[in-house]
């Protein structure tokens, strides 16, 4: 395997503008002066991924108390996303990133293991992004191969939300 970009605390955030389920495009930038949670997930209304974002969906209220926004980032087409919402009364900003471009610039995408091979797909990952009055992030947390389950619940308990 070869050696995956990771970021960590203190890194710049990179960039990004990203179609959402409506087509409207988002960019980092437009959360300036914010916090945001930025997580990769790799596919809409498949089990682990719609336990991830109906836990962000249903602990909003404490994410939006700390000022923090949730932003889900997936290959999917916005299309997919906007049944992924439907389906689920989903309360969180999700965008597409299909060319996978800043999934890979996030360390998000990349070789990985799946039942014990080696694949390229989308690394589920979340990180705090403190966006400064420029618009320009600076990573505050960065987790890797996270776990679906109880993920929400953990980033509540452990950081500085």
């Not at 320009?136 to 953990?154: C, E, L, P, S």
Request: hydrophobic residues 35%; contains cysteine; negative net charge.
């Amino acid at each position: 395997m070869s050696e995956p970009i990771r970021l960590e605390k203190g890194d710049t955030a990179p960039a990004f503008t990203l179609k959402n389920d409506r087509g409207e495009e988002v960019s980092l930038a437009d959360f300036a002066g914010q916090r945001v949670i930025v997580y990769f997930y790799p596919k809409a209304n498949t089990p682990g991924c719609t336990t991830e974002a109906c836990d962000f969906t249903d602990s909003m209220e404490q994410f939006r108390d700390a000022s923090v926004t949730v932003l889900g980032v997936s290959p999917d087409p916005v299309d997919k996303l906007a049944k992924f919402r439907a389906d689920h009364s989903l309360g969180i900003e999700l965008l597409s990133d299909e060319p996978k471009a800043t999934l890979t610039e996030y360390g998000a995408f990349g070789e990985k293991k799946n039942y014990g091979k080696v694949v390229q797909g989308v690394i589920r990952s979340t990180f705090l992004v403190s966006v400064n009055d420029a618009g320009v992030g600076t990573i505050g947390q960065a987790q890797y191969n996270v776990k679906a389950t109880g993920h929400v619940g953990r980033i509540l308990r452990d950081w500085d939300i």
